[in-house]
């Protein structure tokens, strides 16, 4: 995932393929529905890690870090900023 947007859309299609309603999960998850609205929709401009993962509990999801192509070690990121 690239955005905040598109993590938004995968909660929500997680969420309806549950079954789950909005308000439940808010509730569940300590977040203000009108948040997970907002964020389920695109129209958040940061959500918090705590906030994140309490949603992906109830969700029964978890986050997993991937290497994305080969872009090399964090050492040589830096050098080549540097440069």
């Known amino acids: 995932m690239k955005s905040l947007q598109e993590l938004g859309e995968a909660v929500a299609l997680r969420r309806k393929s549950l079954g789950y309603r909005q308000g439940m999960v808010a509730k569940q998850s ?9 964020f389920e929709h695109g129209s958040c401009a940061e959500f918090g890690s705590r906030k994140l993962l309490s949603l992906l509990a109830v969700l029964k999801m978890e986050i997993q870090f991937i290497e ?3 872009s090399g070690s964090l050492d040589e990121l830096r050098k080549e900023r540097s440069a």
Not at 30 to 38: C, D, K, M, N, V
């Open 30 to 38: 300590g977040i203000a529905p009108e948040t997970l609205s907002r």
């Open 68 to 70: 994305k192509g080969h």
